[in-house]
Each structure stands twice: as C-alpha cells, then as structure tokens.
C-alpha cells in the first residue's frame, strides 16, 4: 500500500478510536428515566340517616314500629360511626328500647342523652346499620295520666361519622367530630 494510504488509513481508524470512546463517554455520563406521575385524592366519608316514619301515638304497653338507620355511602374511607339520641324530659319514665347489635355505648359521653358508636370499614356497597333492636320501641305499662304528663315527648337521633385513619380512639373522634369548628 502507498504511505498516504497507510497514514489516511491511521487517521480514521484513530478518528474511529475516539469517536467511540467519546461516545461511549457520553453514553456513560447522561442517562434519563421515565416520570412516575402521583395522583392524589381526597378521601371521603358520606352517611345518611334515614327513618320511615316520624309521628307516633303512645298508648300504655303499645310495641311501635320505629326504623331509624344509619347508611354509610359505598367507598366512604374506614369510618368511626356515632349515633346520638336525646329524649325530651320525662320520655325514659314511659319509654323504653334497645340499641341493635353492633352499637356499642361510648361510657366518656358527658352531654345531654346518650352517644353510640361502631367502627365501619371501607366497602364498595352501601352499609346500613339500624339503630334499635328489631326496630321498635315498648311504651311502658303505665296510666294514661302519666302518659298525658309527658311535655311534647321526642326522641331524636343525629348521626356522625370520622375517618379513622386520621384518629386512633373514640375519644379522639368524637372530639373532632363534636368541634363546631370542622363543620365550618
């Protein structure tokens, strides 16, 4: 071969050299990965309570139908469920039930009437959860006159419902739920 060839040749292949080791260089100095997008949502618990009837006649040793339940909504977060019942003055002296399974009595309740509670996990259907034991009330065996002495004789039921994920106790969620303050 001719020396200019030879040299031409040399150069290349030295150009070669370098371009692959430069590119080999660059290759080893630069990298990328693909993006990892988080999305977030809110969590969410949605309950609703609900009763056939609201208007009722005590008459002495009467059973009264009476059907107050309480539905966590399908994927509502895992949930501490409260159920609060304030009779009006004199009502417990005539009137009398049972709490349904599951309800258990929170004894730290220092208000006015009594407060139930339950825990409640996510489900993807709707839960219902009756408040009394096979949905009646018994008035007592009692005189008519004791009956009629009985001033505008209510029995009310208020639901509340806290994500259990951000409370550990009962204590804690019925602070948070009773605080005028997170409804606002």
């Not at 969590?43 to 107050?68: F, H, Q, R, S």
Request: with cysteine.
């Amino acid at each position: 071969m001719k020396k200019s060839t030879k040299l031409l040749l040399l150069v290349l292949s030295f150009v070669l050299v370098i371009g692959v080791a430069v590119g080999t260089s660059f290759a080893f100095l630069f990298d990328r990965t693909g993006t990892i997008e988080n999305v977030f949502t809110v969590g969410n618990i949605e309950i609703e309570l609900t009763e056939t009837n609201n208007t009722y006649k005590l008459v002495a040793c009467a059973e009264i139908p009476k059907d107050p339940k309480v539905t966590v909504k399908a994927r509502s977060e895992d949930c501490w469920l409260f159920i609060k019942i304030d009779e009006s003055d004199g009502l417990s002296e005539v009137l009398e039930y049972e709490l349904a399974d599951g309800w258990e009595k929170y004894l730290g309740y220092t208000g006015q009437g009594s407060l139930w509670y339950r825990k409640v996990s996510y489900a993807e259907t709707i839960q219902e959860f009756y408040v009394l034991k096979d949905n009646i009330v018994t008035v007592k065996d009692v005189t008519t006159k004791k009956l009629q002495n009985v001033q505008n004789p209510t029995l009310t039921f208020t639901a509340y419902a806290c994500q259990q994920l951000s409370v550990e106790t009962v204590e804690e969620a019925w602070a948070e739920v009773s605080n005028p303050a997170n409804y606002s």
